[in-house]
């Protein structure tokens, strides 16, 4: 008796249905991915908030070599925002902040953080 070995065709893959996987997890990911906000910081620019007179009535200085406020140096951010505060009290409708220097791009958000969280006077920011 012969026995026959059985001879396998090799058959073509059919790659239909691996799209069809690779379209499925990519939908799958797709929708079940979440979209987040950053945080923003709307900033303004220098002309955008001005007093009546056309000038600001507070000038917030960061520079290379520390704080002033109307020119008075001051030591921090939180000193900077107290001042600005008082200001605000005592009649300050607008601020400006002044950029000079190599100021970090950090130093400036934390500044105008701080100033808003502190007064709720408009604040620009110029260079």
Same mark, same amino acid.
């Not at 070995?5 to 691996?18: F, K, N, P, Q, Y």
């Not at 290379?64 to 008082?86: F, K, M, P, Q």
């Given at each position: 008796?012969?026995?026959?070995?059985?001879?396998?065709?090799?058959?073509?893959?059919?790659?239909?249905?691996? =799209?069809?996987? =690779?379209? %499925? %997890?990519? %939908?799958?990911?797709?929708?079940?991915?979440?979209?987040?906000?950053?945080?923003?910081?709307?900033?303004? /620019?220098?002309? #955008?908030?001005? /007093?009546?007179?056309?000038?600001?009535? !507070?000038?917030?200085?960061?520079?290379?070599?520390?704080?002033?406020?109307? /020119?008075?140096?001051?030591?921090? =951010?939180?000193? !900077?925002?107290?001042? !600005?505060?008082?200001?605000?009290?005592? /009649?300050?409708?607008? #601020?400006? %902040?002044?950029?000079?220097?190599?100021?970090?791009?950090?130093?400036?958000?934390s500044a105008i953080e701080a100033i808003r969280g502190a007064s709720?006077i408009p604040l620009s920011v110029?260079?």
């Amino acid at each position: 008796m012969r026995v026959q070995a059985s001879v396998r065709r090799a058959r073509r893959l059919s790659l239909t249905s691996l =799209i069809d996987v =690779i379209f %499925l %997890l990519l %939908l799958f990911f797709m929708l079940s991915s979440t979209f987040t906000r950053f945080a923003e910081v709307e900033l303004a /620019g220098a002309q #955008a908030t001005t /007093g009546s007179s056309g000038t600001p009535d !507070v000038l917030v200085r960061l520079a290379d070599d520390g704080w002033s406020v109307n /020119g008075l140096a001051h030591a921090d =951010i939180a000193s !900077v925002a107290a001042e !600005v505060a008082r200001l605000e009290e005592s /009649g300050a409708e607008s #601020a400006v %902040l002044l950029v000079r220097g190599e100021a970090q791009s950090q130093e400036l958000i934390s500044a105008i953080e701080a100033i808003r969280g502190a007064s709720a006077i408009p604040l620009s920011v110029a260079q």
